[in-house]
């Protein structure tokens, strides 16, 4: 493993970091196989209690590797869809985890980002970290990462911040569901503790059928619609604005529409 660092306490909770810093923890095809190979690992290990998702550096995530989905652009169509597929693996493999998820969310998230709190049992944040579903500035929609986003936030409050790729603050964050609460940043790690303790106490398998039901009760994210969202997002990659968004970032300049 060389994008994530995963780390396990004697008491089993296991603290799965993201570990790109010097790319604020963008989402890289790396990064992305070695999330889901983590999310299977985690997930079968009995002695892992609960699972805390954090990042180093200053990012928590800058979302999708601008670099990557460039590649992914020029690429052929069957290797467009395998890169969309394995983020779609991806953040259904962490939704999906049979253990507690708790999001450390030290600093800021977009894009994608936004997308790994979302699969979150709940995300705890530092106030002064920024947030937003970047994606439409350069052309492409929050695709695989919808379904987690408008199961969180609800559609109502989604439609506020889905589309307009504006930021907002942790306090907004909270106002939106995103975030569970928010605190000081030296206080961050008690926080997480706070919310983590309480699975010492409790049956695992309990835990994982209590999770898996209550995934069952909620907004459908079947494959179906996991599927969709695929499609949605080659389709992104395939029109002629997505292209001239990424390339408008790497030339730092404003993209045709920008005004």
């Known amino acids: 493993m060389e994008t994530i660092r995963i780390e396990t306490d004697a008491r089993g909770i296991a603290t799965l970091w993201l570990a790109r810093a010097d790319k604020h923890n963008a989402l890289s095809a790396q990064l992305i196989d070695e999330l889901t190979v983590a999310a299977g690992r985690l997930g079968a290990d009995p002695a892992v209690r609960a699972v805390v998702l954090a990042a180093e550096g200053r990012t928590f995530c800058a979302g999708g590797d601008l670099a990557w989905m460039r590649e992914q652009m020029g690429a052929d169509a069957a290797t467009r869809r395998q890169g969309a597929q394995a983020l779609a693996a991806m953040l259904n493999a962490l939704n999906e985890l049979p253990k ?22 709940v995300a705890v944040g530092a106030r002064g970290a920024t947030f937003g579903l970047t994606e439409t500035r350069l052309g492409l929609i929050p695709a695989t990462i919808g379904p987690y986003v408008l199961a969180r936030m609800g559609e109502d409050r989604a439609r506020r911040v889905f589309m307009s790729a504006r930021l907002f603050d942790a306090a907004e964050a909270v106002s939106l ?5 928010a605190v000081d940043a ?31 009760l909620g907004p459908r994210i079947d494959a179906q619609v996991i599927a969709m969202t695929i499609d949605r997002l080659v389709a992104a990659w395939e029109d002629d604005e997505a292209p001239e968004g990424i390339a408008a970032f790497f030339d730092k300049r404003k993209p045709r529409w920008h005004q």
Do not use: W
């Open 186 to 216: 030296a206080d961050l790690d008690a926080a997480v503790q706070d919310e983590v303790t309480p699975y010492l106490q409790t049956a695992p398998k309990a835990v994982a059928a209590a999770k898996a039901l209550a995934r069952a």
């Open 100 to 121: 507690p998820l708790i999001g450390r969310i030290h600093g800021n998230a977009f894009g994608g980002g936004v997308g790994m709190m979302s699969v979150c049992d």
């Open 177 to 181: 569901n995103l975030l569970a609460y």
